[in-house]
């Protein structure tokens, strides 16, 4: 089995900074891929930032450019959201997705249960 967890979501004032981490565990070989989307209310779910691993291409979406950082640590089987300069606009249920290569040679792809980021004076 595997595991998704997201973490490190908050209330923060606008301007402020947080880290949101994805953990997965379980049957895993390696991580492919990893990416943060982010869903608030009344809107769909759209890509935060995506970053394959092994030096392959990091994206981001317009509006986090230059704000938002992605990073992995392949010891952890963690992705990190560093997360800088936030404006209420932020405020969103923030959802990790891992594409994991498992012990297997099967490509999984999983999503964690979202973290509530809030950016509110």
């Known amino acids: 089995q595997v595991q998704v967890v997201e973490s490190g979501g908050g209330l923060v004032q606008p301007g402020g900074s947080l880290r949101l981490s994805c953990a997965a565990s379980g049957n895993i070989f390696s991580i492919y891929a990893m990416g943060w989307y982010r869903q608030a209310p009344g809107k769909q779910r759209e890509l935060v930032a995506h970053i394959t691993n092994g030096g392959g291409p990091t994206n981001y979406a317009d509006s986090v450019k230059g704000r938002f950082t992605i990073s992995i640590d392949n010891g952890k089987n963690t992705v990190y959201l560093q997360m800088n300069s936030l404006k209420p606009e932020d405020t969103a249920v923030y959802y990790c997705?891992?594409?994991?290569?498992?012990?297997?040679?099967?490509?999984?792809?999983?999503w964690g249960q979202g973290t509530q980021v809030t950016v509110s004076s």
């Open positions: 997705n891992a594409d994991l290569i498992l012990h297997s040679g099967s490509m999984g792809d999983y």
